[in-house]
């Protein structure tokens, strides 16, 4: 097992790996700037561990890391940095022969939708690493305990403070 590094790069040659026997590893360690999780949100500074191991038909990525994502908090609509931890393993199928550099029979729909290794024998990790961040998300973002709830907006000379979201329909009722 050799101690390697990636910096900025989701792409990993296992040629070498392939030509291994099964139980193989390699471990690398990941330092990732940024990674774009869809249009509008960001992975920040993903540091972490990959560990690659050579099965049968198979490389199983291990991969463990933090990293961070900036989200907007659904009380407050403030945005806040959200820190997140990742601890997953793929297995990426291998779908061309490291010798030969011929396609391996027995694929069928079901298998192609599983992640493989490209004919040049290179394994991309950045899907899987993107899907994970995104299921460790909050589905309702708070940005903590001190949160000052929605934001409360004075209305004239009346004592009471009306919610923004709702001042059309308070509109609606000074009509009546």
Known sequence: MTGMELQNDTV?????L??????????????LESLPLDDVLVARDFEGQIRLTRLSDDILASINGTTAVELECQRCLEPFIQPVQVKFSQEFRIAYDVRTGAGLAGETEEEDEEFEISANHELDFREPLRQEILIELPMRPSCGENCPGPPQVERGD???SI????AALSALLDDE
Not at 12 to 16: D, E, G, K, L
């Open 12 to 16: 990993i040659n296992v040629a070498a």
């Open 18 to 31: 392939l030509r291994e026997p099964m139980g193989a590893a390699r471990s690398l360690d990941l330092h």
């Open 158 to 160: 009346e004592d009471e």
């Open 163 to 166: 919610d923004e979201r709702f």
